[in-house]
């Protein structure tokens, strides 16, 4: 069965990066991309961008332009969302999700907790 | 940008009928995306390509799409559908989510 498996909540000082991990099962993953979306607290669904595990292809949404980096390693078919120059209104709750360009997200991972906090 | 407007609230009785919409500029011509979020859960796809229904979801959930709205429908509502539901959409070369509607279950 699909399933995207993400690490762990953590918890930055404003200022620093943060590396978010998505480990994918179940399918090929160079067949599809990975879209981040997050969440903040009590607020509704943010999209960050996408990256084709195809090719590495990103499309990052333009408010983030500069501070996010998405890859992909196909080896262990694990994404990874990095995003720096942290700020407290990052403080928010990080989706991996499965989905082609164009498309819908059919798999998501469990979510990943970042708190932001000086 | 693309902006897409859901109610903040829908309120039903048990084995009635919701409808949730979903605003935005000729959203007839886009692909309408549904997901159901439950607390402390991820969302789960409900609705894709405005009316087709992933495999697991039950047939009481139906959506539609045309001209300024996009519509999910839920038939038959139960206690176990309430739930916060975002609508999506792309817009250039970036999907774009509804605010989202909490539905209520009286």
């Known amino acids: 069965q699909v399933q995207l498996v993400q690490s762990g909540a953590e918890v930055k000082k404003p200022g620093a990066s943060v590396k978010v991990s998505c480990k994918a099962s179940?399918?090929?993953?160079?067949?599809?991309?990975i879209s981040w979306v997050r969440q903040a607290p009590g607020q509704g669904l943010e999209w960050m961008g996408w990256?084709?595990?195809?090719?590495?292809?990103?499309n990052y949404a333009q408010k983030l332009q500069g501070r996010v980096t998405m890859t992909t390693d196909t080896s262990t078919s694990t994404a990874y969302m990095e995003l720096r120059s942290l700020r407290s209104d990052d403080t928010a709750v990080y989706y991996c999700?499965?989905?082609?360009?164009?498309?819908?997200?059919?798999?998501w991972g469990q979510g990943t907790l970042v708190t932001v906090s000086s | 940008s693309y902006v897409l407007t859901q109610p903040p609230s829908v309120s039903v009785a048990p084995g009635q009928t919701a409808r949730i919409t979903c605003g935005g500029n000729?959203?007839?011509?886009?692909?309408v995306h549904w997901y159901q979020q439950k607390p402390g859960q991820a969302p789960v796809l409900v609705v894709y390509?405005?009316?087709d229904r992933p495999s697991g979801i039950p047939e009481r959930f139906s959506g539609s799409n045309s001209g300024n709205t996009a519509t999910l429908t839920i038939s038959r509502v139960e206690a176990g559908d309430e739930a916060d539901y975002y609508c999506?959409?792309?817009?250039?070369?970036?999907?774009?989510f509804g605010g989202g509607t909490k539905l209520t279950v009286l």
């Open positions: 990256i084709s595990a195809y090719n590495g292809n990103t």
């Open positions: 999506q959409v792309w817009d250039s070369s970036d999907a774009v």
């Open positions: 999700a499965r989905g082609l360009n164009w498309g819908w997200y059919d798999y």
């Open positions: 179940g399918y090929t993953f160079t067949s599809y991309g």
């Open positions: 390509d405005d009316s």
């Open positions: 000729n959203i007839g011509s886009k692909s």
